[in-house]
Each structure stands twice: as C-alpha cells, then as structure tokens.
C-alpha cells in the first residue's frame, strides 16, 4: 500500500430540545413548510435570541460522557455566510470558545483491537433552514421549519485511516447520543448526519494531503461508500501527476460518486466574530455536577457489567449494548428466563445467543428496531426456559421461533399444537437408532472399520427418522455405544 488515507469527521446531532435554540418555535419534524419559524428564526430586524438552556445541558452532558473538558466560559459567534436557506446572512455557532473540548472515543477495530479517537470540540449552533426542489420544476422552495434547530457539532480529530475505522467511530456516536436521549439519531429526517474531511498521503509521510469534504452524508452506508470513492478518486489524481483541490463535495448515492459543489472555505472566509446579541455562556463546578448526576449508564459501562456479571465475550456485550433498548430488552430475557433471579452463565449466555442471534436476524429482515418486535421478552423467555429445560432442541426451538414471530402465540402454545415436544425416552431413540442401523449396513461396517467421519450421518438419519425431536445429547451418547457393537 502505497497511499495512507486520512479522515475526520464532524457530525451533526440535533438535540432532543423541544424548540429552538435561540427561539420558542418547536422542532417537531413533518410539520408544513414554514409552520415552525417566528419572527427570530426568519431574521426580522429588531428581534433578539434568547439561548436555550436546554441546548447547553444536552452539550455539557454528551461533553462529560467522552471525558471531554466542558469550558466554564463559551462564546457564540456569527459565522457569515450567504445562503438562500439562511435568512440572517450568518448562522450563529461557536468558534473559539466551545462549550466542550478535548475529549475522545474508542472504537474496536476488525481485528479485535481498539482504537481511541480524539474529539477536538463540541459546539453548539443553530441549524440551517432547507431548499425544496421536489414539485417545483425549475424553482427552489425555502422551508425554514429547520432554521435554528439547536446542532451539536462534534468535531473529530483526523486519527481515521479507512472508511470502516470511520463508519465504527459514527455508529459510537450515534449510539452514545441515544442513550445519553439528547438525539434521536434518525438518519433519515436528518436529525444526525456527518461531514467527511478526506485525504490521502504517502505513507510515512507528516504532512497531510489536501482533503475535500464530502458533505451531509446520513447513512452509515453511504458514510463508507462516500469516503472509499473519494479515497480512490484522490490517489489516482495524484498518480496522473494531477493536484487534489481543496474542495466541498457531494456524495450522489445513485451513481456512487462524488462531486464538486463548491470551493472550501478556511475559517478566515466566514469573518467569525462574538455575537454582540448573546452573552458569554458561563458554567460553574456545580453545575457540571449537577448534569454529570444524570447520566445514565454509558455504552461501553454496560457492555463492561455485561461481561463481567453474565460472563459474556466482549463481541455478544458489545452487539447487546449496541442500542440501550436492546441492552434492556436482553437483561429482561435473561431475568425472566431465571424467574426474576440472578441468571446464572449459562442462563445468560443462553438468552444472549438468541438476542443476538434469531432476534436480531428477524428485526434486520424486516427493518424493525427493537421496540418493535413481533416477539417481546416475556416470550422469548418462555421459548428460551423450554430449551433449558429440554422440552425441545435448539433446533426444534428456532422452528418454534419463526411460528412465533408469524403468530402472537407463546412458545408453549405453539409447541403442543404442532407436537414439538423432545424425545428424551431412552428406549424410542434407542429403537430408532437400532432401525437407522438395520437400513444403512454399508455404512455401520465402514463406520466400524476406522471411518468416524460417518456418525454425523447416523446423527442425522436417526434425527430424520424422530423428526428431529430426539434429545441431542441422549441421541450422541446412546449412538456411540450402538455403533461400538
């Protein structure tokens, strides 16, 4: 590999807050065009912003959760720029002074390892309004129902070196912001999505590469196939003997390329300057204390506990704790399944293998989060304790699942009208077994001459001839007798 690529990303998460930062509008999505934007979100003259302390606490509280440094004096500034969308001329944000600085996130790479990811800032600032194209031929629309939405922007250091580290690092984001419930995280509407600064250098080199920016990307997916495209784009601009321009890019999903927009700004084109309508937003030890006392227990906590109290793998903990819904949902599994008690390894193992496995399956299959599963936890415990229990076979169970997930039946309901119940009568499997033997002569004699390969096939034969209901362990080790002779 001859090229090193170099990432950065700056997310925007919209915070949870009930209206506006600067203005009481509300934030609700889906509203008409231009419903939700009073007379400060539109500019008028004369009209003054009063911050939403709502806004500054959500800041300060995903701040504390990446051991940041929570500034005790912020300032909002007025970045200048002209877009159609942004009827003040300036956006207000903050430049020098942000509310949260120097803090970092580990992420887990492919091979197991982690890797910390510094975060340069937090700031806050107020959302642009939007340009409408659709049923306007040849025209633009403004909505500014989005103008002054209060954004988190969290700015990362460029310490990503391939698309993956970069989509890990977003999905930690995007996990840690729902469950601090600052941020809804819904890609779609928009309400989380991220900048990509891009670029490439040889590899051992210091210096950075020129970088473009690909920008408003609100798909994981599209996050890694974006920055993979630009990466390749880069490299063989160089290797034309051509110069990489720094620019503002447009990932189009439907031909999977980048585009120019537009020339990149440096800080010095937006004449940052202290809002003269805001005072300086100034924050004491105790109420950092305050707002530390709130936060829930984090991501990587709770895949800690996870392993250390269930004796979970560091992968199952981390899938589990992937949402704070799911984290929930699998420790109810597990109580019910001990009858509200402590679940001991394998009771917890046990639910985590389902949770992670057949569950998660079906809600990715059918685009479900977890609060919107067919099969909820009391049920899923209850198939779960007839496995424990040896009612039926980890094989009969996932039948028993996907009836489950079809029809709002519980498993023991289900398990007794179709007959599913597992043979664990010594004598019937023992009968069966000696029936698959007088069938296949051939291959007990090869079995017995030195071909151990050929017990996996008696083990299926005899689970063909019960209908797969024999207790596999009774079947494994009554068939190693049988076959001995």
């Not at 999903?253 to 100034?282: H, I, Q």
């Not at 023992?430 to 069938?439: F, P, S, T």
């Amino acid at each position: 590999m001859t090229w090193e690529t170099v990432i950065g990303l700056e997310i925007h998460a919209q915070l949870s807050t009930k209206t506006k930062i600067f203005s009481g509008s509300p934030t609700a999505y889906g509203a008409p065009p231009n419903s939700q934007a009073n007379l400060v979100d539109l500019a008028y003259p004369g009209v003054l912003p009063v911050l939403n302390g709502e806004a500054v606490r959500m800041a300060v509280k995903f701040g504390l959760a990446v051991d940041a440094t929570i500034a005790t004096r912020s300032v909002f500034a007025r970045k200048n720029y002209f877009y159609p969308d942004l009827p003040k001329g300036y956006q207000i944000s903050q430049y020098e002074l942000p509310v949260v600085a120097k803090g970092h996130m580990d992420i887990v790479l492919d091979d197991g390892t982690k890797k910390r990811i510094g975060i340069t800032r937090a700031h806050l600032e107020e959302d642009a309004g939007k340009s409408l194209h659709e049923g306007l031929p040849k025209q633009s629309g403004i909505d500014l129902n989005r103008a002054g939405t209060p954004l988190v922007e969290i700015v990362s250091e460029p310490d990503m070196r391939s698309a993956k580290e970069a989509v890990a690092y977003l999905k930690k984001v995007h996990t840690l912001v729902r469950y601090l419930e600052i941020c809804d995280g819904n890609m779609q509407e928009g309400s989380f999505r991220c900048d990509a600064n891009v670029s490439v250098r040889k590899v051992g080199a210091e210096k950075f590469g020129t970088r473009a920016e690909i920008k408003n990307i609100n798909s994981f997916r599209y996050v890694e196939k974006a920055i993979n495209y630009e990466v390749a784009r880069q490299i063989d601009v160089l290797e034309s003997g051509g110069k990489v321009v720094q620019e503002t890019r447009l990932y189009d999903p439907d031909k999977g390329e980048t585009r120019s927009m537009r020339s990149k700004e440096e800080a010095n084109d937006y004449r940052y300057f202290p809002d003269p309508d805001l005072l300086p937003v100034e924050i004491d030890a105790a109420y950092i204390a305050t707002v530390k006392a709130t936060l829930p227990e984090l991501p990587d906590q709770k895949a800690a506990r996870f392993a250390s109290q269930f004796g979970l793998s560091e992968y199952d903990a981390g899938v589990l704790t992937s949402s704070k819904e799911l984290g929930a949902y699998y420790e109810e599994v597990a109580k019910l399944l001990a009858s509200g008690k402590e679940p001991s390894k394998e009771q917890a193992k046990l639910a985590a293998n389902w949770v992670a496995g057949s569950l998660a399956a079906a809600l990715n299959e059918h685009n479900l989060e977890i609060g919107a599963s067919r099969i909820d936890a009391a049920r899923l415990a209850g198939l779960l304790g007839r496995i424990a229990d040896n009612t039926i076979s980890g094989k009969i169970a996932k039948d028993v699942f996907e009836a489950m997930w079809a029809e709002d039946k519980d498993a023991d309901a289900i398990i007794e009208s179709k007959g599913l119940k597992q043979i664990t009568d010594t004598g019937a499997i023992e009968k069966a077994i000696d029936d698959v033997m007088a069938k296949n002569p051939g291959q007990l004699a090869d079995y017995r001459s030195g071909k151990d390969k050929l017990f996996g096939f008696f083990v299926g034969q005899v689970m063909k001839a019960t209908a797969g209901k024999a207790n596999p362990a009774q079947l494994n080790d009554l068939l190693k007798k049988k076959l001995a002779g």
